[in-house]
Structures are given as C-alpha cells and as structure tokens.
C-alpha cells in the first residue's frame, strides 16, 4: 500500500492505493496550523479508521502548493510512519516534458494532474482543475506541457462577492434552478455558476481555435468540476480522484 497526499491551498487530500486501487481516501483543512505530532497521531487515526495499519504502507508521494506546512508535515511521516516521502517537484521522473517558458513556475498540482491525463487519456489533452484556483492547462499529443492558464476559482469569487460588498450575504455554492433569479441569494449562485461555466466553455473553445486541435480531449477535476462538467458538452470526462491517480502514476515512475 501507498499513500499519496495533494496538500492544497483549501484542504490536504489523502488516499491509499493498494496496486492500482483507490482504497480509500481522506481529508484535512490546511489552514489550521498543527504540528508534526498532530499531523502524525491524526494520520495513524485516520489510517486506523479506513482499516489501514499504519505499518502496512511501503511508500509516501506529497504534491503541496503550501509550502509553510512542508517541514511539519514531513516530520510527521518521517516519525508516525517510519517512511521517507517523494516530493514533486524539480528533478522528478514525469513522463512528460514541461515546454513552458518557465517550467519551476509550474505547481506541483498541475504537474500531477498533467500526468494522471495523459497517461489515462493521451494527448492533446486539456486539463481543468477546479479548485481553489480554476486551472487550464494544455498537453500536447507528444507529452509536452506546453500552456497554463489560471483564473480565481469559483469559491474565491464568492469569497470576494460577500465579503467586499457591504449587504451580500455568505452563501452556499450551487446551481440555482434558473439564471432568471429574483432574489438576493439566487441572483449571487446564478451569476457564480453561469458565470463559471460560461468562461469555461469560452476558454475550452478559444484553446481549440488558437490551437488548431479539433479533437482536444477535455477532462475536468476538482471540488466543483461535476457541476461544471454536467452542464457542458465541451467536458468529455470528469475524474474526481485525477490529482490521486497522477501521485500513484509519479510513484512508480520515482520508486526504486
């Protein structure tokens, strides 16, 4: 068994593979602050509850965007574990080829989930990750990762809506049943989520006509994705455990 950790700006996202299957997954905040032995006695916990003996892992993959949480939390797999993690990022076997003008710009995220796309779908392939950021990012049939376009995600959208305007309330994230709102909270959720899936398919299309690729594979991840992907015909596939399956890939291609 291994463990594959995405430590994002929102949450620190965990699974278990054992051989290629997703045995289980689990998740913390990422803004709390926790020490090393917290992150270790909450890790053994977790493991414990999923049915998994802390003992019976091999290995351990970290992907992070937070670099402020790196030192504690690599103590407490080095301490709770008795394992020593890869980390993405320079210097790690990919299997694709980061053709950006400046390829240590690219996060470890974007990295991993190009990998997971390319190797699960081929190329060229569009890759959208919604999460705290909404990402765009572009492999090109020989594996080259080659463009990145990023916009605020939906949640910081909101985030700025209710907390920069001095009467819009905090409100949940979803699909109203209508764009033709007539009140507060659902003119806000009709604008977040018509909003997003709008710049979605204008990005999707603009990425096909600058590009020239007719048949771009297009595959959606992240927290909201299913409701962006359910409401687009340009989404040919959504994979929520995506940024997993690109950890499990990058562990067997760096594990000796």
């Known amino acids: ?7 994002g700006n929102t949450n620190i996202t965990c699974g278990v593979y054992q051989d290629m299957t997703l045995f289980c997954t689990f998740r913390l ?23 998994v003996p802390h003992d019976a892992l091999e290995g351990v993959i970290i992907a992070s965007v937070v670099p402020n949480v790196m030192h504690s939390f690599q103590g407490a797999i080095t301490k709770y ?26 996060g470890p995220d974007r990295i991993v989930d190009a990998v ?3 190797e699960l779908y081929g190329g060229p392939i569009l890759v959208l990750d919604f999460g705290t ?44 049943k209508s764009i033709l709102a007539k009140e507060t909270i ?14 979605t398919e204008y990005i999707i299309k603009q ?30 596939e959504y994979n929520g455990a995506l940024t997993l399956e690109g950890l499990r890939i990058l562990y067997e291609k760096n594990h000796k």
């Open 1 to 7: 068994m291994i463990l594959v950790v995405d430590i």
């Open 29 to 51: 905040m990422t803004k709390l602050p926790r020490t090393s032995d917290e992150y270790g006695i909450l890790f053994r916990e977790m493991l414990a509850q999923n049915n």
């Open 81 to 106: 574990l008795n394992l020593k993690p890869i980390i993405v990022g320079p210097g790690i076997k990919t299997g694709i080829r980061l053709a950006t003008e400046n390829p240590r710009e690219i």
């Open 116 to 118: 997971a796309a390319y």
């Open 133 to 176: 950021a909404t990402t765009y990012d572009l492999v090109e049939a020989d594996g080259s990762f080659s463009v990145g376009i990023t916009a605020p995600g939906i949640r910081i959208s909101a985030k700025a809506l209710w907390e920069d305007t001095a009467k819009l309330p905090e409100i949940e994230i979803k699909k109203p």
């Open 186 to 199: 659902s003119s806000m959720q009709a604008g977040l989520m018509y909003g997003q899936i709008g710049q």
């Open 207 to 236: 990425v096909i006509k600058e590009t020239g690729y007719e048949n771009l594979k297009v595959v959606a991840t992240g927290g909201l994705g299913r409701i962006i992907a359910d409401e687009t015909d340009l989404i040919q």
